[in-house]
T-cell receptor, first 112, second 119 residues
Framework: QKEVEQDPGPLSVPEGAIVSLNCTYSNSAFQYFMWYRQYSRKGPELLMYTYSSGNKEDGRFTAQVDKSSKYISLFIRDSQPSDSATYLCAMSYSGSARQLTFGSGTQLTVLP | GAGVSQSPSNKVTEKGKDVELRCDPISGHTALYWYRQRLGQGLEFLIYFQGNSAPDKSGLPSDRFSAERTGESVSTLTIQRTQQEDSAVYLC?????????????????FGEGSRLTVL
């Protein structure tokens, strides 16, 4: 079993839809949770960062962490074609980027 | 430059040949990472450099893989006697070294990658 599981998709939604992307994990020591966005043929870029459980909102994006269920989510409201990308979750037990464990990524397409 | 720069962006080579990939990190970033991303898969950690400390080579898949970094500047990843399973995108990332609890802890700044195809 992988430490971090992520549905690879692909996921295709119409413009304006609410998108839910999810990861599950097995290591209860993970405390730092991130979502990276990767456009085609580009490197990943940090989108959201949360520490421990709870919600964090940034514009149309909301990151949610449920440590009791070992489950994290990224919600995208009013999705736009420009949101079309691969979304990778990442997590670590320490504050060091060295210990980051990445999910395999979910490919999202938002249709105009 | 403003971001992490990698070269070449694309490399096609024949099985058995050696390849060298280059990464130029963001100025002032003391930490540098190499990852491998196979098609449809997540990022696989390869090697980590932090300042003048001994590199963490625990992710290198075989002794055909090696990497060097001079000080806090350019790094090169070398793959000797390439095999078809080495075909992947090789991503370099850099970061500021922060203690746990610092803002943006864990943020990596990635280059666009070097896409390697071994025929």
């Amino acid at each position: 079993q992988k430490e971090v599981e992520q549905d690879p998709g692909p996921l295709s939604v119409p413009e304006g839809a609410i998108v839910s992307l999810n990861c599950t994990y097995s290591n209860s020591a993970f405390q730092y949770f991130m979502w990276y966005r990767q456009y085609s043929r580009k490197g990943p870029e940090l989108l959201m960062y949360t520490y421990s459980s709870g919600n964090k909102e940034d514009g149309r994006f909301t990151a949610q962490v449920d440590k009791s269920s070992k489950y994290i989510s990224l919600f995208i409201r009013d999705s736009q074609p420009s949101d079309s990308a691969t979304y990778l979750c990442a997590m670590s037990y320490s504050g060091s980027a060295r210990q980051l464990t990445f999910g395999s990524g979910t490919q999202l397409t938002v249709l105009p | 430059g403003a971001g992490v720069s990698q070269s070449p962006s694309n490399k096609v080579t024949e099985k058995g040949k050696d390849v060298e990939l280059r990464c130029d990190p963001i100025s002032g970033h003391t930490a540098l990472y190499w990852y491998r991303q196979r098609l449809g898969q997540g990022l696989e950690f390869l090697i980590y450099f932090q300042g003048n400390s001994a590199p963490d080579k625990s992710g290198l898949p075989s002794d055909r893989f090696s990497a060097e970094r001079t000080g806090e500047s350019v790094s090169t990843l070398t793959i000797q006697r390439t095999q078809q399973e080495d075909s992947a995108v090789y991503l370099c990332a850099s970061s500021v070294y922060l203690l746990a609890g610092g803002a943006n802890t864990g943020e990596l700044f990635f280059g666009e990658g070097s896409r390697l195809t071994v025929l």
